[in-house]
């Protein structure tokens, strides 16, 4: 079965550096999310991509926060200064668009950021 | 702005019986979707089931079946004979049908399946 892939899968980093998230979602899929969990707390949406741009971000999606599509297959979330707060698990989603259960997002396993 | 609440932090249930887990969502709206997710100790978010706000049949997976109250806005799910494999995070999230369809969730309920 098709799953989506995130790299890596725990990243460290000093605070004010830059790191890039990496997601591979479904090949079919057309539309891409990122979602940010704090540890211990519920998961919150941070930005939805389609057709090669952001179709929607939510408050915590600031300017430090950027999306690409760099290929047609992987899906980075880029952070460009990190603070302290940026530590969570963060998760790719993607689901199809038109046809099927095109309402279901599908997850990827997540990446861990600690940033120190 | 959509909310989905779960009031109960954690449940606990012996295995081979049966647990509800309960969610609640507010919204003004009459087209959506809802899911529950399950997220064990691995923290990978695993889909359980989903129904569709216009389907008033409510929604079944083998062992997992929701009760639907669209008019009460609540969405529980009903998790029978219960395995120690049961044991996580369950997450409530809604869905607006159109647009960017973001997944809004609730705090979660873990949930511990005793031998």
């Known amino acids: 079965e098709p799953e989506v892939t995130q790299t890596p899968s725990h990243q460290v980093t000093q605070m004010g550096q830059e790191v890039i998230l990496r997601c591979v979602p479904i090949s079919n899929h057309l539309y891409f999310y990122w979602y940010r969990q704090i540890l211990g707390q519920k998961v919150e949406f941070l930005v939805s991509?389609?057709?090669?741009?952001?179709?929607?971000k939510s408050e915590i999606f600031d300017d430090q926060f950027s999306v690409e599509r760099p290929d047609g297959s992987n899906f980075t979330l880029k952070i460009r200064s990190t603070k302290l707060e940026d530590s969570a698990m963060y998760f790719c989603a993607s689901r199809e668009l038109g046809g099927g259960n095109t309402d279901t997002q599908y997850f990827g396993p997540g990446t861990r950021l600690t940033v120190l | 702005a959509q909310t989905v609440t779960q009031s109960q932090p954690e449940m606990s249930v012996q295995e081979a019986e049966t647990v509800t887990l309960s969610c609640t969502y507010d919204?003004?709206?009459?087209?959506?979707?809802l899911f529950w997710y399950k997220q064990p100790p691995s923290r990978q978010m695993i889909l359980v089931i989903r129904?569709?706000?216009?389907?008033?049949q409510n929604a079944t997976e083998n062992r997992f079946s929701v009760n639907f109250q669209k008019a009460a806005k609540s969405f529980s799910l009903k998790i029978s004979d219960s395995q120690l494999g049961d044991a996580a995070m369950y997450f409530c999230a809604y869905c607006l049908r159109g647009g960017s369809e973001k997944l809004v969730f609730g705090k979660g309920t873990k949930l511990t399946v005793n031998p």
């Open positions: 129904q569709e706000a216009y389907k008033q």
């Open positions: 919204t003004s709206e009459s087209d959506y979707y």
């Open positions: 991509f389609y057709n090669n741009e952001i179709s929607e």
